[in-house]
């Protein structure tokens, strides 16, 4: 917290660190405990949360890098970043915390204890997604930032869109006893790597794709930057990601997976 007293660019850089951090020590761990939990290996679930957490706190800090002084040293994107550092810090923690045990964080209810946490574990991931969305707002009323007019909009769109559809997919998620869309069996067939059914419908995969939303618009704009009618290149691009989420979640919803095996 000392760091983003400082500046939040700083804070975003030391929680990217102190993710990256938490990866490693999960992979030296992963090497020596082979414990598994529902037939995973106990150690994928914190890596693949502190993954994914490098990946949004290197994003927003690059981001906000470009932005003018009064907003990128204000009050409301340091308000902001001290609750997505303690929600990261909370949510990095309770996982690793229950893998270490040999337990599941994500719906698993079965104590009073087991249920305040996993509410907290909520509202966590929802701050997360919030301060996704009030940093795309900074983007867009900070006309002094360092971004093309092009960029601005990737970012703008990109950040509304992984802040509307993942509210979708894991509101979903969160109201369900689980993310599994039909029964998968104990040994049911999952893509490599991603770990997401490859049998029955998983809501993971919308999950996934409405996250990187903020990732992916901007990226694009890299690559049509210069091209001939490029917004109306992004804005079309922002359509069909919004469409795969919803076909993707659709999908699950009706028992499909991603891909079947």
């Known amino acids: 917290m000392n760091a983003i007293a400082k500046t939040p660019l700083r804070g975003l850089w030391a929680l990217t660190a102190l993710s990256l951090a938490l990866v490693a020590l999960c992979l030296i761990w ?18 693949k949360f502190n993954i ?22 204000g009050r409301t994107l340091t308000i902001v970043v001290h609750i997505m550092a303690a929600s990261m810090l909370f949510e990095a923690l309770y996982i690793t915390a229950q893998a270490a045990q040999g337990q599941g964080s994500h719906y698993n209810d079965g104590t009073p204890f087991h249920q305040a946490m996993y509410g907290l574990m909520g509202i966590g991931a929802v701050s997360l997604v919030i301060g996704v969305a ?4 900074l983007v867009w009323r900070d006309k002094a930032a360092a971004f093309t007019p092009l960029m601005r909009e990737a970012i703008v769109v ?25 029964d998968p069996g104990p040994n049911g067939a999952v893509l490599p790597l991603l770990g997401w059914s490859a049998s029955v419908g998983d809501l993971r995969a ?6 990187h939303a903020m990732q992916g618009l901007p990226i694009l704009a890299l690559g049509v930057r210069g091209a001939r ?25 009706a028992g499909q997976p991603f891909l079947r095996f």
Do not use: E
């Open 229 to 253: 009618q490029s917004h109306l290149w992004l804005r079309l691009a922002a359509c069909l990601w919004a469409a795969l989420t919803l076909g993707l979640y659709v999908q699950a919803l």
């Open 52 to 73: 994914s957490f490098v990946v949004l706190f290197s994003t927003l800090a690059f981001v906000v890098a470009r932005l003018s002084p009064p907003y990128g040293q």
């Open 206 to 211: 919308a999950h996934f794709v409405a996250l």
């Open 134 to 137: 009030v940093i795309g707002g």
């Open 158 to 182: 990109g950040f509304g869109l992984s802040f509307i559809l993942t509210m979708i997919t894991a509101g979903t998620m969160s109201s369900l006893p689980g993310h599994f869309i039909g």
């Open 30 to 47: 992963a090497a020596f405990d082979t414990r598994t939990f529902q037939g995973i290996a106990v150690w994928i679930k914190p890596l």
